[in-house]
């Protein structure tokens, strides 16, 4: 119905807000976009399979969700307590962990599926 509908939007409307703030206010978000993008580019120029692609996209997905976790647990901490605590910092170092640990893993994978590929355009 149009109630749904209205609400599902509003809802998506939201989201979008949120990725805005991110990539406005947050710089690794930006430099992890800017990679995703150059990534898909290559990707694209590399003419990977459909299933390396999709592996490729929940990766940058991965990575940018879990910046995006990263960056509302560091604005929510910091709203909460403006002075150093020492277990806001565990919380928030811990954040910046999953976010190494996930792009660590991308990382990985992008050199499995694009490693190949390029060491056979230089002749290795």
Do not use: Y
């Amino acid at each position: 119905s149009r109630r749904i509908m209205r609400r599902w939007l509003s809802s998506v409307g939201h989201a979008l807000r949120g990725l805005l703030v991110m990539f406005q206010h947050e710089r690794n978000a930006r430099i992890e976009l800017f990679c995703g993008l150059l990534t898909i580019v290559l990707g694209i120029w590399l003419q990977i399979s459909a299933i390396e692609f999709s592996i490729v996209i929940l990766c940058i997905a991965a990575v940018l969700a879990a910046e995006a976790f990263n960056s509302a647990l560091e604005r929510l901490s910091d709203f909460h307590e403006r002075g150093h605590h020492p277990e806001i910092r565990d919380l928030k170092d811990i954040a910046a962990g999953a976010v190494w640990i996930v792009a660590l893993a991308s990382a990985i994978v992008g050199f499995l599926i694009f490693g190949p590929k390029l060491m056979s355009l230089v002749g290795m």
